[in-house]
């Protein structure tokens, strides 16, 4: 009995040394439920399984190539227009993709689960507005968002749709958000939501939806924010993003006191030069939208950190003199009620297209033994901002050496009158210039906040452009005009910064290519995909490359990491799809694909000091049994 007591002992001692041994998190404090992580947009998820370590190990598990959406309209190719992020929640991913269409898939496996679309009479809308359906991003689905079981994203006209995010069954929808009634004062083109998810409130059960024009500013259409009751779908508050068709004298005067442009407070800024802000605003297709990407919510103040959209017409300010208030600012906003607390517009009267999408990111810091809580923005201009999340009041700015700029493009000084009222057509600078950042690509993804530092990444990238005049009697009027891309080199600088300084602890510079997507941050690493579809993961502490792998196609969206059904954690990374046709310039709507990366099992064994002893300790009982029990 001693003997095979023994020998059984020392069998299974060996064999513990082998056998992978993994201790996870709870599958739901690693779940990837919004589109930049957490309720404040941080991009950090804190697991520590894939890590500088074992991020070598990591080998593709599994490839799905998403089958394209339908083509509804006219004809027009929108196949493979697959863009969001993925969620992952409870062991499935999930990815909206271009006109209304969900995928749920099994993360371990990349079986389908379910699929989804919208409904064909939710789209016949589009068949009227034509021009919309030219630019493919327009009725697709950026991101998604879940709470407590429901997944929700936009769908035309103007509604929020919600599944069941277990079947991929309807569970309801807000309809109609952008009917307002008669103090719209929305002349839009095309009145809908923004293409990405709402952000969401848990402790005060607010969606907060961003509406009135579907893609930023460029369809003319008036911006607003709507809050909704999570529970009964009743509209809690809008807060409008400019002043109704007609304008409004006073705009800018009666919330002068709570705001700040490019650093200065606006109560202290000449009345001139704020007075009958955007002019007649409205009536020529002067407008602007709120952001697309996540905004953070504060859960214990009840506050919600807001971005908007450049002012439209994009190019031409000859017809909405002044500052333009609220257009590409940081707002401040009550979840519950919609009050303005506070707001700091960062490019006054922009004329460049620098606005302030993407998303707002909130930090939490011990200072002097005192507490202190900082909004994060980095708008297209490539110039970083952190605000007092109380006050609104500027921390910090930076504008990293690796933005390239050029003669003429430049953030407007408020205090110059004559800048703020200056119609653009008159300007010596209509010439065509060389522009950089060009107009969205400045900055085109989304910030991470982690390890007491703010990561973010700029995008040089030329093009020339035009201004061109204005017709008021069309609503969609970009103000300038494409002249061609002059095939000049892109490139890209990560930047890594102390958060409550804005001091440079490193940069990593990365050739020949641009960045439009995410930066993450997981496992002491900084995650990186910009459109050569290469993903690289470099140390969050030093900017050292730890691992570069490349995927075969672009990729417009960042990776995400979350675990399987069986609690292993895996990476997951959106490729193909639309961006290869916004990356090459050509229509090559490759279907989208998903890849999902994990530890190689050859390569994810315990070496520890214990199990080394284990080791030995086994082979010479086994040695031991063998000897006496054996040979004797």
Not at 115 to 120: F, G, K
Request: glycine letters at 10%; one cysteine or more.
């Amino acid at each position: 009995m001693l003997k095979i007591f023994s020998f059984i002992l020392a069998f299974f001692l060996i064999l513990s040394s082998i056998i992978p041994v993994y201790a996870f998190t709870p599958r739901d404090e690693l779940d990837w439920v919004q589109e930049n992580y957490d309720i404040f947009a941080s991009n950090h998820n804190p697991q520590d399984k894939i890590n500088a370590k074992t991020v070598n190990d990591l080998e593709i598990d599994w490839v799905n190539m998403l089958s394209p959406a339908p083509q509804f309209v006219g004809g027009y190719s929108v196949a493979g227009s697959e863009l969001s992020s993925p969620l992952i929640i409870n062991g499935s991913v999930f990815i909206g993709t271009s006109y209304g269409r969900i995928f749920s898939l099994d993360a371990k496996s990349g079986n389908i689960n379910w699929m989804y679309d919208i409904p064909t009479d939710r789209l016949s809308d589009l068949e009227e507005n034509l021009p919309i359906m030219l630019n493919p991003a327009m009725p697709h689905i950026h991101s998604l968002s879940y709470f407590e079981g429901k997944l929700y994203f936009p769908s035309p006209p103007c509604n929020i749709h919600f599944i069941d995010f277990n079947t991929g069954e309807f569970a309801g929808e807000i309809q109609n958000i952008c009917d307002v009634g008669s103090d719209d004062g929305n002349i839009g083109l095309f009145k809908g939501p923004q293409s990405a998810a709402p952000s969401i409130s848990e402790k005060d059960r607010v969606l907060i939806i961003p509406g009135g024009s579907v893609i930023e500013a460029n369809l003319g259409g008036r911006g607003f924010i709507a809050g909704y009751d999570i529970d009964t779908l009743e509209l809690l508050w809008r807060f409008f993003i400019t002043p109704e068709a007609g304008g409004d004298p006073e705009w800018v005067l009666r919330v002068a006191d709570k705001g700040w442009i490019a650093g200065k407070k606006a109560s202290s800024l000449p009345v001139d030069a704020l007075i009958n802000d955007w002019g007649k605003s409205g009536t020529d297709g002067s407008q602007s939208g709120a952001s697309r990407g996540q905004w953070a919510v504060d859960e214990e103040t009840g506050i919600a950190y807001i971005a908007t959209a450049q002012p439209s017409p994009a190019g031409n300010a000859t017809y909405r003199p002044g500052p333009n208030v609220f257009s590409a600012s940081v707002l401040a906003l009550k979840v519950r009620t919609g009050e303005l607390l506070w707001w700091h517009q960062v490019n006054p009267n922009d004329t460049v297209g620098w606005d302030c999408n993407w998303n707002t990111a909130l930090g939490k810091f011990d200072q002097n033994n005192e507490k202190k809580k900082i909004v994060f923005k980095f708008c297209e201009h490539g110039v970083m901002n952190a605000f007092d999340a109380a006050t609104g009041e500027l921390v910090w700015t930076f504008d990293p050496p690796s933005t390239k700029r050029c003669e003429g493009c430049f953030v407007k000084d408020p205090e110059d009158v004559v800048e703020m009222k200056r119609p653009w057509i008159n300007h010596p600078e209509i010439a065509p210039i060389l522009r950089n950042p060009a107009s969205g690509f400045g900055l085109e993804g989304e910030l991470a906040l982690a390890y007491g530092m703010v990561y973010v990444a700029t995008y040089n990238f030329w093009d020339y452009v035009q201004t061109v005049p204005v017709d008021p009697s069309l609503p969609w009027n970009s103000g300038y005009a494409e002249l061609g891309d002059p095939f000049l080199p892109a490139n890209t600088t990560i930047h890594a910064l102390d958060a409550l300084s804005g001091e440079v602890i490193w940069s990593y510079f990365i050739p020949h290519t641009g960045y439009r997507t995410s930066l993450v941050a997981s496992g002491g690493l900084i995650f990186a995909t910009p459109p050569n579809g290469q993903i690289y993961a470099l140390d969050a502490y030093t900017g050292d490359e730890v691992w570069i792998r490349f995927t075969g196609f672009s990729h417009l969206e960042n990776i995400v990491i979350g675990s399987d059904s069986d609690g292993e954690m895996r990476l997951f990374m959106m490729t193909g799809g639309l961006a290869n046709s916004w990356i090459s310039g050509l229509p090559l709507y490759v279907p989208g694909l998903i890849l999902s990366f994990k530890i190689s099992e050859l390569h994810s064994l315990d070496v520890s000091q214990s199990s080394f002893h284990y080791n030995y300790f086994g082979l010479f009982l086994l040695f031991f049994v063998i000897r006496k029990y054996v040979f004797t």
